[in-house]
């Protein structure tokens, strides 16, 4: 037998060939075995990478230390190559085992096939990413991975180019990194993923995209998804030349394991070394088990087709390619397979093991208890009934131990003994533990958590220049940029005239281009960068430059950035600024307020309302010493307003999560946020001058709302609640009432229905008669509260219309 291979002028070792047959072949083991468990009912769904395996072994072996991975569910055997996954972990995160000892890339909280190393440490640290392989956590929406790409790539662009950034040796060695992307073939006809090439290819930046192509998407032919049916012949045109730049591009077969060993180590090279993105097309793969437990590929795909897959099948290529150049025998190969699918069959039994074990350590506890509470209950039977069917459960979750103790305590409610103090105290730590388990981190736990900054008040003085409020901010960011170099900020129109209402105006040529810098109009990439970016340590300001805006990046931003922290229960976090402007402008494109769309979808980022300037530079600076992520909403209509720049301009912070009282007062209360605060102010005045005294509340930030639970002080003093902004019927004003009202008990204290103003079931109308008749006004806020006076004293305060 050959003992080498000469492979791209490397001399491959047999062990190590045979050594990787050995990890594909455990890996498909893997898939097999995952499948029989989602069918036995040991695990909800199953989707594996079989028929991709070969491949990622390649790449694997380019892929070093302080690199990082943004890729998708068919990953596995690259996790378990660049030791970022061990067999065992595959299979607990199968089962949805909620500790991250046994299962780090989520700790349940994500199906299988979602992977992510923990970046970092137990008290929301950062590691040290430049002595790991790292992958970012993976979500399942197509091509959803393919913004935070951009922004893993970009960031070593940084790194290598901006000189004040090559002390940050935890993250970057000079920028020496490579962004690794894989992605289906069906998923490149997704709008992230053309956005993202598109934008790679602008930046020239270190990323290596992989795409597998099976030849279908599900059920769908390559016909339907791209033009030409070949990915990389459709971006041909990108491909770099003497005169111009762009991608590199391979094309390679996903059974041709020299094939794949010399593509992916061209392709790195040239990425790491020149920073030029590649594009690798790996053509004629198969997925011999179809997409997902969810069907059979025999609905769908040809005899034909089925007997290709079955004679290209990378395992049995690779296989057969071992042989004729004699590298190892029948014999060896053989053991080789015995050995894998018994390691894969005891990695499944011990996660299996640990699992079930984890639960019923819980629920024998539970039923310890409960059999003790029969003893001396009069009822009993009934709870012997209710422990019998609970030991009975086949793999009983812990739902059933949960659900069998709610039913012994509502049988026994009007009994008191020790065995009912101890079961209902079981269930009150079961409770607690429990929300540990599927409900915490949804933003940060560490001692950089936004909550916990403390607040810095502003310093005026008679020398604090008078100014429009851009410039507020303008010396805000001036001051940001110079303490800090991780600084940078992104966005259309950003760099050159310093963003469209001139916030930046001066700063690109005061810090550079690397530091201020224009793009494109492609508002999902520039989240996506700013994700990659604040996944490696850097602290971005991402603009996207109308609030209405948003709806082009809400996908990334709700399902990557927002759950990124819960999805890897506190082992990833990426401390993104998002910048925008709303509110109160004219017509139906810039004007926009759909607070309700993004408190609903954004759960997880801090969603911040300054109502002036100053204000939204103090939240600059307290999210800039954070690690959670937030969105920032300026007024539009409050740049050109006079504030005076307070004398501590780079150190002044907002807390979060706490209203402030505009304007005192004893009849009415008048909760609101924004642009709608002067509006707000100005009725008050108004009804000033009625007798109507109305206690003006801005809250400040939406997400956290009202931490201390402040506004019901006022409440208790007025009687009397109006709930203002701009935003639909039912949208944001909605979501004040209900936190307010149902969770600050302020139901208790009301006189008078609660009432919500908000603006009309349309965008606005264009002009000032236009935003006059579609949102609200300070003559709405005027009636509103009138009407309010008028239901408790008609006679003091007579109909007016």
């Not at 089962?95 to 992510?116: C, D, I, K, Q, V």
């Not at 991402?542 to 890897?568: G, H, K, N, P, V």
């Amino acid at each position: 037998m050959k003992t080498t291979k000469t492979i791209n002028k490397r001399k491959v070792k047999s062990e190590e060939i045979l050594q990787d047959y050995r990890l594909v072949f455990e890996s498909r083991e893997a898939s097999l075995i995952g499948r029989k468990e989602v069918f036995m009912g040991k695990a909800k769904f199953g989707i594996f990478g079989d028929g991709k395996e070969l491949a990622q072994i390649a790449m694997a072996k380019v892929f070093k230390n302080g690199d990082f991975r943004s890729g998708y569910y068919r990953d596995q055997t690259f996790m378990l190559a660049i030791g970022g996954l061990t067999l065992q972990q595959y299979f607990a995160q199968l089962y949805a085992h909620t500790s991250t000892e046994a299962e780090p890339a989520s700790g349940g909280r994500s199906m299988n096939g979602h992977f992510a190393n923990r970046l970092l440490d137990e008290n929301g640290e950062w590691k040290k990413q430049t002595e790991m392989k790292n992958s970012s956590a993976d979500i399942s929406p197509t091509a959803g991975q393919m913004p935070r790409l951009v922004g893993l790539a970009y960031a070593s662009k940084l790194y290598r180019q901006n000189k004040d950034l090559h002390e940050f040796t935890d993250f970057s060695i000079k920028g020496n990194e490579v962004a690794f992307g894989t992605i289906g073939n069906a998923s490149t006809s997704e709008g992230h993923f053309f956005e993202s090439i598109n934008a790679a290819g602008v930046l020239q930046v270190p990323m290596v995209l992989s795409v597998w192509d099976d030849d279908y998407g599900i059920s769908v032919p390559k016909e339907y998804h791209t033009t030409g049916g070949s990915i990389s012949g459709f971006l041909s045109g990108m491909q770099r030349t003497k005169e111009k730049l762009g991608y590199e591009i391979f094309k390679v077969r996903g059974w041709d394991y020299e094939g794949l060993l010399e593509t992916f180590e061209k392709a790195s090279k040239v990425a790491r070394e020149k920073h030029i993105p590649v594009m690798i097309h790996v053509q004629e793969m198969t997925q011999p088990q179809g997409h997902s437990t969810s069907g059979s590929h025999e609905r769908y795909k040809s005899k034909d087709r089925l007997t290709w897959e079955k004679e290209h099948d990378c395992l049995v290529k690779f296989r057969q390619w071992i042989l004729d150049n004699e590298l190892a025998t029948e014999e060896d190969i053989a053991a080789v397979e015995t050995e894998a699918k018994a390691f894969a069959k005891q990695a499944r039994q011990s996660a299996w093991q640990a699992f079930m074990q984890d639960i019923k350590t819980d629920q024998d506890k539970a039923v310890e208890i409960m059999e003790a509470l029969g003893e001396e209950s009069q009822f009993g039977g009934s709870i012997v009934q209710i422990v019998s069917e609970l030991k009975k459960t086949l793999n009983a979750m812990r739902l059933d131990t949960l659900k069998a103790v709610k039913k012994v305590l509502r049988i026994t409610r009007t009994e008191e003994t020790a065995s009912r103090a101890s079961l209902l105290a079981w269930f009150k730590q079961s409770e607690l533990t429990n929300h540990d388990r599927f409900n915490s981190h949804v933003m940060s736990q560490s001692a950089s958590a936004s909550l916990s900054i403390d607040e810095v008040k502003a310093e005026f003085s008679e020398s604090s220049p008078l100014v429009d409020g851009r410039e507020v901010l303008q010396a805000c960011f001036d001051a940001a940029m110079s303490r800090d170099p991780r600084v940078f900020a992104i966005g259309e129109d950003v760099g050159k005239i310093g963003d469209v209402n001139q916030a930046f105006a001066g700063l690109q040529d005061k810090y550079g281009q690397l530091r201020v810098t224009d793009t494109g109009i492609r508002e999902t990439t520039i989240i996506g960068q700013g994700i990659g970016a604040a996944l490696r340590g850097l602290r971005p300001i991402t603009e996207i430059q109308y609030l209405d805006y948003l709806l082009y990046a809400i996908q990334t931003l709700s399902d990557d950035l927002a759950t990124l922290q819960y999805r890897t229960a506190g082992g990833q976090k990426a401390p993104l600024i998002i910048r925008t402007r709303g509110h109160r402008l004219e017509g139906v494109w810039h004007s926009g307020s759909p607070i309700g769309m993004i408190l609903n979808s954004l759960r997880g980022v801090n969603v911040l309302v300054p109502r002036d300037m100053t204000q939204a530079a103090g939240f600059y600076n307290t999210m800039l010493k954070s690690d959670d992520p937030a969105l920032i909403i300026e007024c539009l209509n409050g740049y050109r307003l006079k504030e005076r720049i307070p004398d501590n301009i780079g150190e002044f912070t907002v807390p979060l999560g706490r209203p402030e009282v505009l304007k005192e007062g004893s009849d009415v209360t008048v909760v609101t946020y924004g642009s709608m605060c002067r509006i707000v102010l100005q009725a008050a005045q108004e009804l000033e001058d009625l007798g109507i005294s109305v206690e003006v509340i801005d809250v400040q930030t939406l997400l956290p709302f009202d931490v201390d639970h402040s506004i019901v002080e006022s409440i208790k003093k007025t009687n009397r609640v109006i709930f203002a902004d701009e935003d639909v019927p039912g949208g944001a004003s909605a979501y004040m009432m209900q936190k307010v009202v149902e969770e600050q008990n302020a139901y208790f204290h009301l006189d008078s229905q609660p009432v919500t103003i908000a603006a009309k079931e349309h965008r606005p109308a264009y002009a000032s008669d236009g935003d006059y008749f579609s949102k609200p006004s300070s003559d709405t806020v005027f009636d509103a509260v009138y009407d309010l006076m008028n239901e408790s004293d008609p006679v003091g305060y007579p109909p007016l219309y």
